[in-house]
């Protein structure tokens, strides 16, 4: 894994700026936001998009013949633009919009999955998987007929790819994997991960739910044919998301809805489909959410991604020395120039929601939970885990104060 | 609310040194429930004579609110009839408790009764009519 030099450093104080929400207070601490995994704040250039549209230009999108709609619909499209953009997608064809990382992977799975998968045929999961990745795979199977096979995890938190010939023998159709890991942070070998399953005819689904936000991701260089993500863990609001797909998928893959949009004649007798990506859009679309995604993405590219990826690693590796350094806390994981900027413990034998709620009296937000990695947390023996997660505006100083919330924990429960 | 309030000591005390704490061997009712949020896991094993808790014991993984709140529990329906056990409500264990918790610390908090509401009434799974 190469460690990538930030050739710029992102001014942090100029960032914080951008987002009110950094200056409320919690039990009159002020707000310390370290569960960027779960959801990011937004922005005022995301919040402004939100509202010029509705308070200027709101109109249904792809219909309407009149000022509004054209605004809108040109708004909305070039929101698609951007995403195909920032992801290198050969096509803005090839973006779907979704409601997040979990519809796009239902999506495949129903459209996809249903049309390509049957009795005996195999899909190959991770163990580090979000329940995302793994449930509409479940479903899929047991609707099937089809096999769960799973890459498993060693004690570092690494994929333990000794032996991936034989999980990717025989009538193998899809590799869902997490490009980086929501638990552990870990960031997978997806390029080697890729190339070995398309040589044995698989197809590759990435849940890039942090890496797009986190290390961003150039879809025509992973060779990737199914990329998810989600717009509210970018700085954009929830509920707007989307799934890149190769074309020539998309174009062979059945609706996922059926409604409004995606149809191209509709008789009573039965109906034909609109064009790639219409096709899966079906009724009114978080037209809102696309064009704030849009708005979110044009805010990160302004840092540039580069710099994005060397803060969380700064602020990842100073997180990993200050708590490692506490008599007590164990983490989980890899060594910082392996992972994202995520970092999951356990403080002595303090339940994870206590240590949570102790951080939250210090006004620190951090996660607390199996953090949807329930079999993770078990391969590990452990019930949950306190995460931290970093992004754009964290500065160093709120690491010392996650360092110092840890020892009160440890303080309050004797421990 | 302060800390110090928030881990008032006998909750802290409750969840160091757990009243009734571990199986018995041969219980009338063994109830178990969990809660899918957190991974937390309580079982409650009750022994009961005459139509009243002779004996209870509980069991599991949980954060010191829903630990607490279990052996708090333990303690107050030895001797109780399980009529007087259905009775209980989330009030009475928050009383117990006595902190306010929001929606989501709820859910540890009550975690203890829903699992002994699934061993008295027999059910798989229990919702308290005024469940957050």
Redesign the interface.
């Known amino acids: 894994m190469k460690t990538v030099a930030p050739e710029r450093r992102l001014d942090t104080a100029l960032i914080r700026k951008d987002f009110p929400i950094l200056n409320r207070e919690v039990y009159g601490k002020r707000l310390v936001y370290l569960d960027n995994t779960s959801t990011t704040q937004k922005p005022v250039q995301v919040l402004r998009a939100v509202d010029d549209y509705y308070r200027t230009y709101n109109a249904n999108v792809h219909r309407g013949i009149y000022q509004l709609a054209e605004e809108a619909t040109e708004a909305y499209e070039a929101a698609r633009v951007t995403v195909a953009r920032f992801l290198n997608a050969r096509s803005s064809k090839e973006i779907v919009f979704t409601r997040g990382t979990t519809e796009s992977i239902n999506l495949v799975s129903n459209s996809w999955g249903r049309k390509n998968v049957g009795p005996g045929d195999v899909i190959v999961a991770t163990e580090m998987e979000h329940h995302s990745n793994l449930v509409p795979w479940q479903l899929l199977a047991e609707e099937k007929g089809a096999t769960l096979r799973f890459i498993p995890v060693d004690h570092s938190g690494r994929l333990d790819l000794s032996d991936l010939d034989a999980l990717l023998t025989g009538p193998v159709k899809l590799l869902a994997v997490t490009h980086m890991s929501n638990a552990l942070g870990t960031i997978n070998p997806v390029e080697e991960l890729i190339r070995r399953a398309h040589a044995v005819g698989a197809l590759v689904l990435l849940d890039a739910a942090q890496s797009v936000p986190h290390l961003g991701v150039d879809v025509r260089a992973l060779d990737c044919d199914f990329l998810a993500f989600s717009g509210h863990k970018m700085l954009a609001p929830t509920g707007i998301g989307a799934l890149y797909a190769k074309r020539e998928h998309l174009e062979a893959m059945p609706p996922f809805l059926g409604g409004g949009e995606m149809i191209r004649e509709v008789k009573l007798s039965g109906s034909t489909w609109n064009e790639v990506p219409f096709k899966f859009e079906a009724g009114t679309m978080n037209i809102s959410g696309a064009i704030a995604l849009g708005a979110a993405i044009e805010y990160l590219e302004g840092l540039g991604m580069d710099a994005v990826r060397g803060h969380d690693a700064e602020l990842t590796s100073a997180a990993l020395e200050a708590l490692r350094s506490i008599p007590g806390v164990t983490i989980y994981g890899p060594p910082a120039a392996e992972r994202g900027g995520i970092v999951s413990f356990t403080v002595s034998d303090i339940?994870?929601?206590?240590v949570a709620?102790?951080l939250d009296?210090e006004g620190i937000a951090v996660r607390?939970?199996?953090h949807c990695t329930?079999p993770l947390?078990a391969k590990f023996g452990i019930?949950?885990s306190t995460r931290a997660s970093f992004y754009v505006y964290n500065v160093l100083e709120e690491i010392d104060q996650l360092a110092a919330g840890v020892r009160?924990a440890q303080q309050?429960?004797?421990a | 609310m302060s800390l110090d309030d928030f881990y008032r000591q006998n909750i802290l005390d409750h969840y160091q040194n757990p009243r009734n704490f571990g199986t018995l061997e041969a219980p009338d009712i063994s109830a178990e429930d969990s809660n899918p949020l957190c991974g937390d896991k309580i079982r409650m094993d009750l022994k009961v004579k005459d139509g009243a808790i002779e004996d209870v014991r509980f069991t599991g993984i949980g954060c010191s609110i829903s630990r607490a709140a279990a052996s708090m529990l333990t303690e107050e329906i030895k001797g109780k009839t399980l009529e007087e056990v259905k009775a209980i409500g989330r009030e009475e264990v928050l009383e117990m408790l006595g902190i306010e918790l929001g929606p989501v610390r709820l859910k540890c908090a009550l975690l203890a009764l829903k699992t002994l509401k699934v061993g008295v009434y027999g059910l798989q799974s229990w919702h308290s009519e005024d469940e957050g």
Request: aromatic share 6%; charged share 15%; net charge positive.
């Open positions: 339940h994870a929601h206590d709620a102790v009296r607390a939970g199996h329930m947390h019930a949950a009160k309050v429960f004797h």
